[in-house]
């Protein structure tokens, strides 16, 4: 069984640019986090989507934005980058909401570098 | 507002030893806690879940325990090898009445363990 997919690995940006991420949750899993994940502030809640629809909201600027699909594949867009969005981006699959008891299954993730 | 702590921040032991990682989380409204491993640069892959109602969970040489009163969870590493190096996270699920459900995990910032052949 396939795990959670997220594309690209790595990825150099310029300040100002944008970038869009990808995630692809295990088959059958219907809701997707992300997560950013800095040596100085650890993991951190972005957002979590379910049935394409936004269930919850971290603390972020809204230069951070996503969508989810139909076939629950997610992306998480972020505009207008700054230096201090240079992370490991994250994203968890689990079966969906009414069922959080179930087990996070994270995937590789996607180092961003702005430069 | 609920936060997790985890204590050490780095831990550097020899082979064989057995080790008790700490988690503690300030509220004890959770769905449950998840033990998680992180090798340098990549994801998260997950090593334990306990649910609120359940008390600890084994797998291999691994043991976690939950005491969700004091708000605190240990993972037990018995034998422990130079493979275990990387970093250990824990995570609870809040539980939030209002949003029935979030799948929103916060987590503590690691304790990086080093096992010494």
């Known amino acids: 069984k396939a795990g959670v997919t997220q594309t690209p690995r790595y990825l150099t940006k310029t300040r100002g640019q944008q970038v869009t991420l990808s995630c692809s949750p295990i088959?059958?899993?219907?809701?997707v986090s992300w997560y950013q994940q800095t040596p100085g502030q650890g993991l951190q809640f972005l957002f979590e989507?379910?049935?394409?629809?936004?269930?919850n909201k971290g603390n972020f600027p809204g230069r951070f934005s996503g969508r989810q699909f139909s076939n629950s594949r997610s992306e998480m867009n972020v505009s207008t980058l700054e230096l201090g969005d240079s992370a490991l981006y994250l994203c968890?699959?689990?079966?969906?909401?009414?069922?959080?008891?179930?087990?996070?299954?994270f995937g590789q993730g996607t180092r961003l570098t702005v430069v | 507002k609920q936060e997790v702590t985890q204590i050490p921040a780095a831990l550097s032991v020899p082979e064989g030893e057995n080790l008790v990682l700490n988690c503690s989380f300030t509220d004890s409204a959770i769905y449950n806690l998840q033990w998680f491993r992180q090798d340098p640069g990549k994801g998260l892959t997950s090593l334990l879940l306990?649910?609120?109602?359940?008390r600890e969970q084994t797998s291999g040489r691994l043991n976690a325990s939950l005491d969700k009163s004091s708000g605190r969870s240990t993972l037990y590493i018995a034998a422990s090898q130079p493979g275990d190096s990387a970093t250990y996270l824990c995570?609870?699920?809040?539980?939030?009445?209002?949003?029935?459900?979030?799948?929103?995990?916060?987590f503590g910032k690691g304790t990086k363990l080093t096992v010494n052949p």
């Open positions: 989507y379910f049935s394409e629809t936004q269930r």
């Open positions: 968890a699959s689990r079966r969906g909401p009414g069922q959080p008891n179930t087990e996070a299954f």
């Open positions: 995570a609870v699920s809040p539980r939030i009445i209002t949003q029935g459900g979030s799948e929103k995990l916060v």
């Open positions: 088959s059958g899993h219907r809701s």
């Open positions: 306990i649910q609120s109602s359940q």
